[in-house]
Each structure stands twice: as structure tokens, then as C-alpha cells.
Antibody
Framework: EVQLLESGGGLVQPGGSLRLSCAAS????????MSWVRQAPGKGLEWVSA????????YYADSVKGRFTISRDNSKNTLYLQMNSLRAEDTAVYYC?????????????????WGRGTLVTVSS | QSVLTQPPSASGTPGQRVTFSCSGS????????VYWYQQLPGTAPKLLIY???LRPSGVPDRFSGSKSGTSASLAISGLRSEDEADYYC???????????FGTGTKVTVL
């Protein structure tokens, strides 16, 4: 079955760190770029970060640049998001999403498979 | 923050046609493809329209997308109760070198 399963969310204090994981199955993981998208409670979708299939190219939203790091382990079919210096405004459900095409140009990327999400709460 | 503007809500009765917009700029909607995602209550987003006006397999032809200049639109014809959801447009932004989502439109079936 083609699916994405996020884990690693939880409650963390401001300034703390957390690492999210996304386990992929049912498709050739290394062939596809992947992304993280978040949604604060009651709010809209916000793109966070993306990474190419090889892991050689990464992209970040300005709101997380310098604090978050996206990575992947193609041998484990797993995507990661290392989140440091967390702030209250990072509180959100974090979704893992698969890019639909194998095109390497990010302007042509879009997301055809989403996980169920994992909740990150930043609070003291 | 969202750089694509959508109306916060849209509504219609069953069977009606509903249309709403997604307004961007030359660096996103004006120069790249637009995508639409549907988010049913309590669930993850789902791809609805890709490359401005194409439907993935399984998406009913009641859903259609269009783009003109720096604006895009999503139309739902033959509105059904199961269409009640939040709808988001999205595009790559050349200036930001990242993806941008719209503010979202909540569709209500009266």
C-alpha cells in the first residue's frame, strides 16, 4: 500500500528541539522529492521545506530557514525534519507529502500523497 | 504567511455551481502552474487539480480549474454535500524559491 506515516510530534518547550520522521512505503522512495507542510490549529496550510530525491537539493520557507533541517535516508525510506529553536508559532500539525513527479525542477513539483500528520506543540 | 489570496468562504445549494478565485502575482501564479487541494474536515489535504486544469484519476469532472494572468479559479458544478471542505490553491514562487499556499476557501453546502 502506498502510504506515508509521520511520527515524532509532541510537546516541547520554547527554544527546544524535535525531530520528525516520515516513513514511506509502496513506491520507490528515492525517485521522488518530498516535502513538509504544516497547519497551525484552525489555520491554513503553510509549506515548510522540500528535498530532492537524492537529497542533494533542499528548500526552506523563510519562517524556518536556519532553524529547521530537512533530510532523508533513502536506504530506510524515511524523511526527516530536524526542528531547533522552536517557537510558539511553530505549533502545528506537520504533514509529510510526496512530490507527484520525478522532474527535478521544483517549480514543477506538486503533492499527490500526504500523511495523516503529527502534532507539534511548543509551549511552556 | 500566505501570498495567494482566496475568499474565506463560498456557498451554494445542492446542484449549484460555485466558483472562487486565487489571486497571486507575477512571481507565482503569473509564471507557474497552479494546483488545488481539498481538505475535508479532520483529514489531510488531497490533490484536486494539477497544472492549472488537470484532474488526477478519481477526481470527478465536476471540479475544474482555470488560470488567467495572475489569478486562478476553481469551479465546482453540481454541488454535493460531500464537497463541504476547505480548498487551497498553491504555486511555486520564483522570488521566494519556495511553495506558497492560498489563504483557503471554506465551501458550505446550504
Amino acid at each position: 500500500e502506498v502510504q506515508l506515516l509521520e511520527s515524532g510530534g509532541g510537546l516541547v518547550q520554547p527554544g527546544g528541539s524535535l525531530r520528525l520522521s516520515c516513513a514511506a512505503s509502496g513506491f520507490t522512495f528515492s525517485s521522488y522529492a518530498m516535502s513538509w507542510v504544516r497547519q497551525a490549529p484552525g489555520k491554513g496550510l503553510e509549506w515548510v521545506s522540500a528535498i530532492s530525491g537524492s537529497g542533494g537539493s533542499t528548500y526552506y520557507a523563510d519562517s524556518v530557514k536556519g532553524r529547521f533541517t530537512i533530510s532523508r535516508d533513502n536506504s530506510k525510506n524515511t524523511l526527516y525534519l530536524q526542528m531547533n529553536s522552536l517557537r510558539a508559532e511553530d505549533t502545528a500539525v506537520y504533514y509529510c507529502a510526496k512530490v507527484a513527479t520525478t522532474v527535478t525542477t521544483p517549480a514543477y513539483w506538486y503533492f499527490d500523497l500526504w500523511g495523516r500528520g503529527t502534532l507539534v506543540t511548543v509551549s511552556s | 504567511q500566505s501570498v495567494l489570496t482566496q475568499p474565506p468562504s463560498a456557498s451554494g445549494t445542492p446542484g449549484q455551481r460555485v466558483t472562487f478565485s486565487c489571486s497571486g502575482s507575477s512571481s507565482n501564479v503569473g509564471s507557474n502552474y497552479v494546483y488545488w487541494y481539498q481538505q475535508l474536515p479532520g483529514t489531510a489535504p488531497k490533490l484536486l487539480i494539477y497544472r492549472n486544469n488537470l484532474r488526477p484519476s478519481g477526481v470527478p469532472d465536476r471540479f475544474s480549474g482555470s488560470k488567467s494572468g495572475t489569478s486562478a479559479s476553481l469551479a465546482i458544478s453540481g454541488l454535493r454535500s460531500e464537497d463541504e471542505a476547505d480548498y487551497y490553491c498553491a504555486a511555486w514562487d520564483d522570488s521566494l524559491s519556495g511553495f506558497v499556499f492560498g489563504t483557503g476557501t471554506k465551501v458550505t453546502v446550504l
